[in-house]
């Protein structure tokens, strides 16, 4: 008696196969369209400018970073992190098929034979990170640091302290990432979302573990928090060149920084001693060898006696001259400081301290736009412009912060700020800038 029931096909998808159902052969076949994943028997190119294939999301979204209010485009951090970091479904498909040894469909029982698992679908993401990992220890932190026993601490150390520690092994990758994002413009919205992906993964678990410090991951955390710093410029540089970014935001975004390095300086202050007997001892460390000078730090160093004395000649509360005198006098520390004949890294040792000696009453004025605080922030700007041809993560930050300050100061303070602005200019025009960070125009 003929066997009575549906025909046996052997045209279904390999997803069905592997799971031994029935398949309906539609494109994409029903089973693969109620489960959310890649059909064997859709192909989808993905220069094409048809959506791509669903896939199966976490449904809680993860945080955004900030955007300009009128942005038009899609940007890179509002892709699903599924589709970035896998977005050709060829790597969705596991391999070996999902077929038995001894089935006459499998073309390798030779391979299968040792397979231990039943087969799955999974989203390549490792191959990312790899490419992430590969990157990090190639170029990117070469980046970080002029000096080459910091360098070798970042490509050596901290990958190995990252294995152990996740919150750094998601900024290392994150860092990496932002770089290129910087580096490749033609993909740099999918590295962006990468960095920004990490770069929320490493601070949420870095907020985990600040209330447990300890002697074993003191160590990790410093590295970590450090990163975090430069991630966070160079993530909001290139959010600020985004189509819609609104440069006006460039002061709320510098004191969001100025936060972050307090807070994290707070915390991080008492471990210092035991980071400087572990693994990331390097970076606490001055140079072993004398550091040849920069020029633009004593320039601002001689000039500052002649900024004072401008800013003390206008009209302002008593209190408030004060605070900006001691801002003006913590600035004046660290650039000693960072000109010694042993400090390396001279203009990030300006960028990183002058914000941690600062005043929440400081912050409160130049929240509030007060012309005193804006004008003292232009010298922070030059700083910020010394060091753009050396860290790609500052890239852009001295325009955008001159130009908030144009767009809040009064011109009668225009004198005040006119050194600092002469030297940006003198500076753009000495790099020879790109042609989307050429001169901006500042009155």
Request: charged share 20%; proline share 7%.
């Amino acid at each position: 008696m003929p066997r009575l029931g549906h025909k046996k096909s052997r045209n279904g998808c390999r997803q069905c196969k592997s799971r031994h159902v029935k398949c309906d052969e539609n494109k994409p076949c029903s089973n693969c369209a109620k489960h959310g994943v890649q059909c064997s028997l859709v192909t989808w190119d993905g220069q094409s400018t048809t959506n791509p294939p669903p896939a199966r999301v976490n449904k809680k979204p993860l945080d955004k970073p900030r955007k300009a209010s009128n942005q038009a485009t899609t940007t890179a951090a509002a892709l699903p992190i599924e589709y970035v970091l896998n977005p050709s479904p060829a790597g969705a498909t596991a391999t070996p098929e999902g077929v038995s040894p001894n089935s006459n469909d499998d073309p390798f029982p030779y391979l299968t034979k040792f397979v231990n698992k039943n087969d799955t679908i999974q989203p390549n993401y490792w191959v990312r990170d790899l490419e992430l990992m590969h990157h990090w220890t190639t170029e990117a932190y070469f980046t970080i640091s002029v000096r080459d026993d910091i360098r070798d601490m970042w490509r050596l150390v901290a990958p190995k302290q990252a294995i152990v520690h996740h919150f750094l092994m998601h900024e290392l990758l994150a860092f990496s990432a932002l770089h290129l994002a910087y580096s490749q413009q033609e993909q740099r919205k999918a590295f962006y979302a990468l960095g920004i992906h990490h770069q929320d993964l490493a601070i949420r678990a870095m907020r985990r573990m600040l209330p447990n410090m300890t002697a074993e991951n003191a160590g990790a955390l410093f590295g970590t928090a450090a990163l975090v710093t430069l991630s966070v410029f160079g993530s909001t540089s290139l959010d600020a060149q985004s189509e819609g970014a609104d440069d006006s935001k460039a002061i709320e975004d510098l004191l969001d920084i100025f936060a972050l390095q307090q807070g994290i300086d707070c915390i991080l202050s008492s471990a210092y001693p035991i980071v400087g007997q572990g693994p990331f001892a390097p970076a606490l460390r001055i140079s072993p060898m004398e550091v040849p000078p920069q020029p633009v730090l004593s320039e601002i160093s001689d000039h500052l006696p002649t900024f004072k004395k401008m800013l003390n000649s206008k009209t302002m509360e008593e209190e408030d001259r004060k605070e900006i005198a001691n801002a003006l006098a913590a600035f004046k520390g660290v650039l000693d400081f960072a000109m010694t004949p042993y400090s390396d890294n001279r203009e990030l040792r300006v960028i990183f301290l002058w914000p941690i000696k600062l005043s929440s009453r400081f912050f409160d004025l130049l929240r509030q736009r007060h012309p005193a605080a804006l004008a003292s922030v232009t010298i922070y700007a030059v700083i910020l412009q010394t060091a753009e041809p050396i860290y790609w993560f500052m890239d852009g930050w001295s325009q955008r912060v001159i130009k908030a300050v144009l767009e809040g100061l009064d011109p009668s303070w225009q004198d005040a700020i006119e050194w600092p602005l002469q030297h940006i200019k003198a500076q753009q025009r000495e790099q020879a800038q790109p042609p989307q960070q050429m001169d901006v125009q500042l009155r």
